[in-house]
């Protein structure tokens, strides 16, 4: 007879089939003539009860030995059973050991510190919250490639060694490349801008890298970036842009990982609240509302995480801020022509206090503009001279923002520490495993 092998997701769809599950026991109890094993498989978890009578004894035996994550596979009857997690369990008839876990298996069912968990990441990964947050990732990511190939995008790879700095060059990982000096990439933006004057509609989604000497929960240092870029759109076009993405991942997160969102604890009510409009606020008027609110504010200066905190619990549903003072901005960004101090930038700030999830902006577009800004940023002109050249050749308007993808996840799951957000977190500390 062959084996009709399922998925554990799948159990539900066959009621009193005889079917074989393959994963790793995840728990195990065991009571004079019965034995009840959780067995996880990646897609899910299931109860596989045995019963003395009903398998060999060489069996019963050896699955009451069996340690936690042994390997195995299971052959049995599926039992729907609405208590049951995910509805259904599994009358063992067969069982065939693939491995014997060895009995120290670091991640016990009680509390662990994070710094341990961490140096454990490549099994804690096995363990519910991760299992769930991770999911939730993954379900983020093919909502976001959904939303833009829907709307015509092409998906552009920007690459990973740059011989310039996008964002700033306090955060730049230097690394040699044969006889030159190149740099991680911060930013696949400007190599996005060359694809929107070949493409139309562009997005990249990759790693990228900041030197982030900070030791906070908002920060790794690698993360991943999502980065659409567009021609002729203006600032207000890549805010509407920007709404409609983040709606459209909540609603997806919503509709396929919910059983995850409840595993993480997560407040669902407080997603459902997620749709258009959201409120957009100047730099000036988020400035006001920080003095409303009697924090110590200087005008002028960048929004910090208490600030965007702040701002963030004043609404139910993400604020875009708009029109920071150029100064704090990157040297790319157009300037404001109703008033020059102020860029053409937003930053979406998400709410409960998960703060600053995307930055955007309309770019200068104009070769003697941007060519004074490179200078006056020191920055080095012959590392520019191909992006220059952009302006040089039907220059447009552009714009374009940047998601950071674990910002964006540990805000959906409500998780208080991107570094839970990544599957293996690079930061400050942490490189290992
Ligand atoms: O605001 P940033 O620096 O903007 C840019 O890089 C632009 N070039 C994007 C563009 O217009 N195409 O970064 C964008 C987003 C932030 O809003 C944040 O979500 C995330 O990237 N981010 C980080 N995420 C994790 N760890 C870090 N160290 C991050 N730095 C930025
Ligand atoms: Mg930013």
Not at 43 to 63: L, M, N, R, Y
Not at 90 to 99: C, E, F, H, S, W
Not at 197 to 207: C, D, E, L, Q, S
């Amino acid at each position: 007879m062959t084996m009709n092998v399922v998925s554990i997701d799948s159990l539900t769809k066959h009621p009193g089939e005889s079917v074989t599950i393959r994963g790793w026991v995840y728990h195990l109890r065991a009571k004079g003539k019965l034995a009840f094993l959780v067995l996880r498989d990646g897609s899910g978890i299931a109860q596989c009860v045995f019963v003395k009578s009903e398998v060999d004894d060489a069996t019963f035996d050896e699955a009451q030995r069996l340690s936690m994550e042994s390997a195995i596979e299971i052959t049995g009857e599926v039992r729907l059973d609405a208590r049951a997690p995910g509805g259904a369990e599994i009358g063992v008839r067969a069982m065939k050991t693939y491995q014997k876990a060895a009995a120290d298996f670091p991640i016990q069912p009680k509390e662990h510190g994070t710094g341990f968990l961490m140096e454990n990441r490549h099994l804690w990964l096995r363990s519910r919250k991760p299992w769930a947050c991770l999911r939730v990732r993954d379900a983020v990511i093919r909502s976001i490639r959904g939303f833009f190939y829907e709307r015509g995008f092409v998906n552009i790879d920007s690459p990973i060694f740059t011989p310039a700095a996008c964002e700033g060059t306090s955060t730049l990982f230097e690394v040699e490349y044969f006889d030159e000096k190149a740099y991680l990439t911060q930013s696949g933006q400007l190599y996005a801008e060359a694809a929107a004057m070949a493409f139309g509609k562009v997005f990249t989604f990759g790693p990228t890298f900041r030197a982030e000497k900070s030791k906070t929960r908002r920060h790794l240092t690698e993360f991943w970036m999502i980065e659409p870029e567009v021609a002729f759109a203006e600032l207000n076009d890549i805010m509407d842009l920007a709404e409609a993405m983040l709606c459209h991942i909540v609603k997806s997160v919503l509709a396929e990982r919910r059983e995850e969102l409840t595993i993480l604890e997560r407040d669902i009510t407080k997603l459902e609240k997620i749709v258009p409009p959201f409120p957009r606020l100047s730099y000036t008027d988020a400035v006001d509302l920080l003095k409303q609110k009697g924090l110590p504010f200087e005008y002028g200066g960048d929004l910090g995480a208490p600030d965007e905190t702040a701002i963030g619990e004043n609404y139910d549903r993400p604020v875009m801020v708009h029109r920071y003072p150029h100064e704090v901005k990157a040297f790319y960004m157009k300037r404001d022509p109703q008033d020059s101090r102020f860029a053409l930038c937003v930053d979406v700030l998400a709410p409960e206090g998960y703060g600053e999830i995307i930055g955007g902006s309309q770019r200068e577009e104009n070769l003697d503009i941007l060519e004074g800004r490179i200078a006056d940023h020191k920055l080095p002109r012959e590392a520019f001279a191909w992006y220059l050249d952009l302006r040089r050749f039907g220059s447009v308007p552009h714009s374009g923002f940047g998601m950071g993808l674990e910002r964006c996840v540990a805000w959906l799951t409500g998780v208080d520490h991107l570094r839970e957000c990544i599957p293996f977190p690079r930061m400050l500390y942490r490189i290992y495993p």
